[in-house]
């Protein structure tokens, strides 16, 4: 048992952190976001760090790498509040490299590594919430080609993404596709609450190939490594978070001295750094499990998300209370940190969705390793 | 001690209701039933019409043209309004500022700027707040200088509250330094048409212009549009504050809020879900029992009998419950609350929606903006300061 | 709309504040506790008082008075946490005033009024937890005469009782009967966590009389007497607690300055302020409801109900906190206090269950008058 | 960064469980899995077992005769004592007075007082809390004047947790009274059985004697028993205090204690009741994110490369989750937890419990008594006041 992190791993998040003080400026953020909230280029940056090649192995051209790398990775960018969903890129790097036959795997995981094509999950509709066993996209074969009809909602990024995973029932069972931008997809895109894209994508006959038969267990997969993926990026959201309003309270005069010298809010400063603790404790539970076998991984996904989407919300709202009028401008960064907050909340299963999965799983005997 | 109505409270009501139903704009209901954008024509709109039928000051006694209710009577009229999605009522003008003008302004000042109040025609901001002032008032730093018949005032208001529309505005301003803060304050009605006045817009974290900051360079002021006594502003003000916070736990919107809440939790297919219907049963309770506790204070206002001094209770039970209604619905949309199209927030809008779910559009942005009302208006941490006094001494 | 009270009813209360102050000290309440937990001398100076009448009619020999009267007393109870069940002689009187045959009537209201006869609810089993449509007990008919046998737990002052209020099974139907100390009856008594007494009741082929038919309608109404009745005492416990409270903060001294003056602590008692207050309102609300339709009145007694638990709960463990350690001794009163709180609250219904019946009742439309 | 122990942790884990399998009693770890009654002789019993085998200074360095394990280690035998049901190491010897003694202790001292604390024959008592003190230690008022090779002690200590047992107390006493309240406090090892002591009970609001006062007149202290040097005790005590606080967070007592919530809520016919099941699955994520959090702790303590000042979390976090699962098994019980009847906390107990529900007697107790977790230790509000510092400065 040990927490410490390697050599290796410290670097790898110092070449992160230093990208992100350097190049992701509050400010080109912010020009990003008025530009629809995907930047090409920057995400060209992030695999030229070797970031989007973080899960795909070495002889696929990419890093090899496992989770805690992965965490590292996310906490960083979760810092600098990086729209570019590098999390859909792990996801479909892990699944893809877990699920696809392998000539599947050698068209595409060199082209993720290298940042060549954008990947990512396309499962949300409108009628499933956050069930994952229900469709009510078809996919139809004939000849041995697959073909998908239907839409996914809050895809990321989805007008600008290459290839979608898109789970479809195929003769009454959820199966896992993968289906290239084009003919017969209709990607219509918009920016989110936290300023990132998404889009409502529509297909219609689109071509598609089988990346699983039996595509809930990668389904589930894939959302995991999203869970710990952005338990990781919330813990850099709320560490920023923290700091920030710390900041704040020892600047801000109110009667004449910092509000930091108030019992009150300091007790309540206490109670934000008991989740930002909690909030960690659990990322690296979330990531020390992902690759544990399906059950355990699923449970220890549900606890670890019940306890960030608690602690993001808490350190979050209370924030944005702790600075006061300024906490809800647009001009302050503080209150964008904010709503990334919210948005991950409700990003792979609300707060009551993970405590009813933490319910239903429940087993006589309880802990860490249990 | 009895909780119904009397019967003529009960008919006092069915006129309200009935003259709502015939005159509130139904385009204009709608909007408030959605949380949709409001124009400034639209609130300007039903304010001349409240304006018209002498409601606009509906708190305002019978000698200022008011309509001369009792604390019952008001209640029962916002709660009619509210329930019928009627709009807030601006409070700058009629709530705010007429009242600090009636008690303390001269008969020149009653005649020359009440009327404009209680038409709705003039558009009144508040010039309270300055920048790294929050919730201590008492540190005006914006200077008003006496030369002859004028004042010439300079300095920075800030969260001036749709300010962008404003005709007038009332100014706590300095005229004096020597003495301890309170004291050297004064009440300055400023036309916001004078030369040297600038409003800039802050935008909200949900997107919205809704607040602003208004700066004063040499702006020349007549002295006769000093309220009372010079220096003494700060009594003035603390009269307004009292009157701020008569409706500040706005339970009448809370419970048509909360019906709307179940509206969204059945359409999204949550109502089912006991977790999530759990939520609403703790907000139905919370709604109740805030409505219970403003009308004891109703009762004791019109008994007159028990004082009950709980203004603070009702601004952190009332904000607070304003912000669990709309983080509620924000949560009945899940994923589909995060799509941030602005324009699906104005009525009419015939765009695609994700997922057709447009009833969601403006949620997560009501959410982000009910943060403030935590904050404004003395934040809920200066309002356990004074509870606390009344309970520790 | 009126929230005063009249004169007559602050005499009332002035009368029974009197009482308690001069007669109902802590130390008689001890030696109370001690001897078992009832005591009938107290209980026939609270019947002197012309309580125990409160809801016989007068031609009955009682006061004929309503719900806000109630309430009025059982504040002042509270307040001097008096362990006589007067709550239990509300219920009685009421229910059967407005269910029993005249006869019936006849025979035992004038004996309540009198405070001559201790009738009690004896509804709580094993396996019911707080349904009240379940029941294990059996009554059987003969000839006209009924038995009934069955156990019933937690009785309040169950051994020392005259008679019984019982619900129990007859031919498949929950009817509602009274049954006398004597034959077939076995009481065997303890004291419970707040120093009151109550009974473990065996009834065996013990005779009965019919109250009620339909005997649930009756029970639910006899519950919520009850409830209103809680919650009106535990006002009186809640303002008490406050007092004691606030009290011990401006006396203690830490660091050299009473406690009173850390802002925290402040805070902390305005949360509690606010729970005395919903709870005072929503205690108002329970016994103005109390003669509204059936379904209207179980609805707010439900919501009343989980509020005042939800406020006994927050105030009961704070109070005990902000006392620090003197809080959690015998000695202190305080902590009679709280414990007093804990069982209210695990009385007529818990918090989830009466969350769960808030729920289940739930209109398009909320509100005091909905 | 790995989750998994070593195969030498696991080893260690192994031989531990097999040693308590064999060793603790089972009649002791009936009564602790079920909240009944331990007696003196039961904590005595369990003591000496352990210091026989040498693990009731589980925490001691070699060199005083403890075994030397690290913090990994010191955890996994918490861990798999207090799932065994095994008693909690009663602390006061082995765990406090020991640390000072063997820091600050003269070799004489050493060898007189940690043979009789590792062989558990001598029961030691805390004389740190004063009537009015509370958590601020430092006022200590009991006075101990030296006179010759002695000390005179007169004064009043509090809070003395099992101290009705104790054969000996550790003392702060107040040997100079000029300077701050900190300088003249001095660390007294005494005798019980001094003439001049009395011990005097304080009855728990749940009917137990857990606590007492000890009062000291004019009780004579040989010079010898003086730790360290006179006037610097504060700095002996906080030595202490952080040595109290390595297993504040108790969480391995937490891990039984929340499958015991389970086997209630199965017995009651809860565990089907969604809503009282998420209130258990609520307190098992609090329960894992403590362990986590403990875990980190340790592996921090471990590799000596990141230390983790968390303390103040760890009491605060560990002491909730304690007060939460005693409350959800008294709910569990629900109407079944209010009978008080003490002889049912006793082991063996015949007779009738209201509903033959004998498994709740001693839950409300077991409730009530916990509130003391939030309250002792340093109270959680001090606490707080700690970690805002950590964050705030």
């Given at each position: 048992?040990?927490?410490?992190f390697s050599d290796d791993q410290e670097q790898l998040r110092d070449a992160v952190r230093r990208w992100v003080d350097r190049s992701y400026t509050f400010e080109r953020r912010r020009a990003?976001?008025?530009?629809?909230?995907?930047?090409?280029?920057?995400?060209?940056?992030?695999?030229?760090?070797?970031?989007?090649?973080?899960?795909?192995?070495?002889?696929?051209?990419?890093?090899?790498?496992?989770?805690?790398?992965?965490?590292?990775?996310?906490?960083?960018?979760?810092?600098?509040?990086?729209?570019?969903?590098?999390?859909?890129?792990?996801?479909?790097?892990?699944?893809?490299?877990?699920?696809?036959?392998?000539?599947?795997?050698?068209?595409?995981?060199?082209?993720?590594?290298?940042?060549?094509?954008?990947?990512?999950?396309?499962?949300?509709?409108?009628?499933?919430?956050?069930?994952?066993?229900?469709?009510?996209?078809?996919?139809?074969?004939?000849?041995?080609?697959?073909?998908?009809?239907?839409?996914?909602?809050?895809?990321?990024?989805?007008?600008?993404?290459?290839?979608?995973?898109?789970?479809?029932?195929?003769?009454?069972?959820?199966?896992?596709?993968?289906?290239?931008?084009?003919?017969?997809?209709?990607?219509?895109?918009?920016?989110?609450?936290?300023?990132?894209?998404?889009?409502?994508?529509?297909?219609?006959?689109?071509?598609?190939?089988?990346?699983?038969?039996?595509?809930?267990?990668?389904?589930?997969?894939?959302?995991?490594?999203?869970?710990?993926?952005?338990?990781?990026?919330?813990?850099?959201?709320?560490?920023?978070?923290?700091?920030?309003?710390?900041?704040?309270?020892?600047?801000?005069?109110?009667?004449?001295?910092?509000?930091?010298?108030?019992?009150?809010?300091?007790?309540?400063?206490?109670?934000?750094?008991?989740?930002?603790?909690?909030?960690?404790?659990?990322?690296?539970?979330?990531?020390?499990?992902?690759?544990?076998?399906?059950?355990?991984?699923?449970?220890?996904?549900?606890?670890?998300?019940?306890?960030?989407?608690?602690?993001?919300?808490?350190?979050?709202?209370?924030?944005?209370?702790?600075?006061?009028?300024?906490?809800?401008?647009?001009?302050?960064?503080?209150?964008?940190?904010?709503?990334?907050?919210?948005?991950?909340?409700?990003?792979?299963?609300?707060?009551?969705?993970?405590?009813?999965?933490?319910?239903?799983?429940?087993?006589?005997?309880?802990?860490?390793?249990? | 001690?009895?909780?119904?109505?009397?019967?003529?409270?009960?008919?006092?009501?069915?006129?309200?209701?009935?003259?709502?139903?015939?005159?509130?704009?139904?385009?204009?209901?709608?909007?408030?039933?959605?949380?949709?954008?409001?124009?400034?024509?639209?609130?300007?709109?039903?304010?001349?019409?409240?304006?018209?039928?002498?409601?606009?000051?509906?708190?305002?006694?019978?000698?200022?043209?008011?309509?001369?209710?009792?604390?019952?009577?008001?209640?029962?009229?916002?709660?009619?309004?509210?329930?019928?999605?009627?709009?807030?009522?601006?409070?700058?003008?009629?709530?705010?500022?007429?009242?600090?003008?009636?008690?303390?302004?001269?008969?020149?000042?009653?005649?020359?700027?009440?009327?404009?109040?209680?038409?709705?025609?003039?558009?009144?901001?508040?010039?309270?707040?300055?920048?790294?002032?929050?919730?201590?008032?008492?540190?005006?730093?914006?200077?008003?200088?006496?030369?002859?018949?004028?004042?010439?005032?300079?300095?920075?208001?800030?969260?001036?509250?749709?300010?962008?529309?404003?005709?007038?505005?009332?100014?706590?301003?300095?005229?004096?330094?020597?003495?301890?803060?309170?004291?050297?304050?004064?009440?300055?009605?400023?036309?916001?048409?004078?030369?040297?006045?600038?409003?800039?817009?802050?935008?909200?974290?949900?997107?919205?212009?809704?607040?602003?900051?208004?700066?004063?360079?040499?702006?020349?002021?007549?002295?006769?549009?000093?309220?009372?006594?010079?220096?003494?502003?700060?009594?003035?003000?603390?009269?307004?504050?009292?009157?701020?916070?008569?409706?500040?736990?706005?339970?009448?919107?809370?419970?048509?809020?909360?019906?709307?809440?179940?509206?969204?939790?059945?359409?999204?297919?949550?109502?089912?879900?006991?977790?999530?219907?759990?939520?609403?049963?703790?907000?139905?309770?919370?709604?109740?029992?805030?409505?219970?506790?403003?009308?004891?204070?109703?009762?004791?206002?019109?008994?007159?009998?028990?004082?009950?001094?709980?203004?603070?209770?009702?601004?952190?039970?009332?904000?607070?419950?304003?912000?669990?209604?709309?983080?509620?619905?924000?949560?009945?949309?899940?994923?589909?609350?995060?799509?941030?199209?602005?324009?699906?927030?104005?009525?009419?809008?015939?765009?695609?929606?994700?997922?057709?779910?447009?009833?969601?559009?403006?949620?997560?942005?009501?959410?982000?903006?009910?943060?403030?009302?935590?904050?404004?208006?003395?934040?809920?941490?200066?309002?356990?300061?004074?509870?606390?006094?009344?309970?520790?001494?």
């Amino acid at each position: 048992m040990d927490f410490d992190f390697s050599d290796d791993q410290e670097q790898l998040r110092d070449a992160v952190r230093r990208w992100v003080d350097r190049s992701y400026t509050f400010e080109r953020r912010r020009a990003a976001v008025k530009a629809g909230g995907f930047d090409r280029t920057t995400y060209g940056e992030l695999a030229e760090l070797g970031l989007a090649g973080l899960y795909v192995p070495e002889d696929q051209g990419g890093m090899g790498m496992g989770p805690v790398e992965a965490m590292v990775v996310m906490e960083e960018l979760g810092r600098g509040m990086v729209l570019e969903p590098l999390g859909q890129t792990l996801i479909a790097s892990g699944v893809l490299g877990a699920y696809a036959p392998q000539d599947l795997q050698d068209a595409w995981l060199p082209r993720i590594a290298s940042g060549d094509a954008l990947v990512v999950l396309a499962h949300q509709e409108r009628r499933a919430r956050w069930r994952l066993d229900v469709s009510e996209t078809q996919a139809t074969e004939s000849g041995g080609a697959w073909q998908l009809s239907g839409t996914k909602s809050l895809v990321p990024a989805g007008d600008e993404a290459d290839a979608f995973l898109v789970p479809a029932m195929a003769q009454g069972r959820l199966a896992l596709f993968l289906v290239e931008q084009g003919g017969g997809v209709h990607a219509s895109g918009y920016v989110t609450q936290d300023g990132s894209r998404a889009a409502e994508v529509k297909f219609d006959k689109a071509p598609a190939t089988l990346v699983a038969q039996d595509g809930l267990p990668a389904l589930e997969h894939a959302v995991d490594i999203g869970i710990a993926a952005l338990c990781a990026e919330a813990v850099g959201v709320i560490d920023k978070t923290m700091a920030l309003t710390a900041d704040y309270m020892n600047t801000r005069k109110q009667f004449g001295v910092p509000i930091a010298s108030f019992q009150a809010l300091r007790h309540r400063m206490a109670d934000m750094k008991m989740q930002q603790e909690l909030a960690r404790s659990m990322s690296y539970y979330a990531s020390l499990k992902l690759n544990a076998p399906a059950e355990e991984r699923r449970r220890a996904m549900a606890r670890a998300k019940y306890q960030l989407n608690v602690a993001m919300r808490f350190v979050g709202q209370n924030s944005v209370q702790l600075h006061g009028g300024i906490g809800v401008t647009d001009e302050y960064i503080g209150s964008h940190y904010f709503k990334k907050l919210t948005q991950m909340e409700l990003t792979f299963g609300d707060t009551l969705h993970h405590l009813g999965e933490v319910s239903s799983r429940m087993q006589d005997t309880a802990g860490v390793f249990a | 001690m009895d909780l119904a109505f009397t019967p003529e409270e009960q008919q006092f009501r069915e006129e309200i209701r009935a003259w709502v139903r015939e005159n509130l704009p139904q385009d204009i209901a709608h909007k408030v039933h959605n949380s949709l954008h409001l124009t400034r024509e639209d609130m300007q709109r039903w304010a001349k019409i409240l304006g018209k039928k002498g409601w606009l000051g509906y708190g305002w006694p019978q000698q200022f043209g008011g309509p001369g209710w009792n604390a019952v009577q008001k209640h029962l009229f916002e709660e009619e309004t509210a329930l019928a999605g009627a709009p807030r009522i601006v409070p700058f003008g009629p709530v705010m500022v007429a009242p600090v003008i009636m008690a303390f302004g001269s008969p020149e000042q009653h005649k020359r700027f009440l009327p404009g109040i209680a038409s709705g025609e003039v558009w009144w901001s508040q010039g309270y707040s300055e920048p790294g002032a929050g919730s201590d008032l008492a540190s005006v730093k914006t200077r008003a200088e006496r030369r002859g018949d004028k004042y010439i005032v300079n300095g920075q208001k800030t969260w001036t509250t749709l300010g962008q529309y404003g005709d007038w505005i009332f100014c706590l301003v300095r005229t004096d330094t020597s003495g301890k803060p309170q004291t050297g304050i004064s009440f300055l009605l400023i036309d916001m048409k004078s030369p040297g006045i600038e409003v800039r817009p802050i935008i909200m974290l949900d997107g919205g212009h809704e607040v602003n900051e208004v700066f004063f360079d040499n702006v020349e002021v007549p002295a006769e549009n000093l309220v009372g006594e010079e220096n003494k502003g700060w009594t003035y003000a603390k009269h307004l504050l009292s009157h701020e916070r008569t409706n500040i736990a706005d339970v009448n919107r809370a419970k048509r809020e909360l019906e709307r809440v179940k509206r969204i939790a059945k359409a999204e297919g949550v109502w089912e879900d006991m977790r999530f219907r759990d939520e609403i049963a703790k907000l139905e309770v919370d709604v109740v029992a805030l409505e219970m506790l403003v009308l004891r204070v109703l009762s004791a206002e019109k008994s007159g009998k028990n004082s009950l001094d709980i203004a603070g209770l009702l601004k952190i039970r009332g904000s607070e419950i304003q912000q669990r209604y709309t983080e509620l619905m924000m949560l009945a949309g899940g994923a589909f609350s995060l799509p941030f199209i602005q324009e699906a927030m104005e009525a009419g809008w015939q765009g695609d929606f994700p997922g057709g779910a447009v009833a969601l559009a403006p949620l997560a942005a009501t959410y982000f903006n009910m943060r403030k009302t935590t904050i404004y208006g003395g934040s809920n941490e200066v309002q356990r300061n004074i509870v606390a006094q009344t309970v520790l001494g």
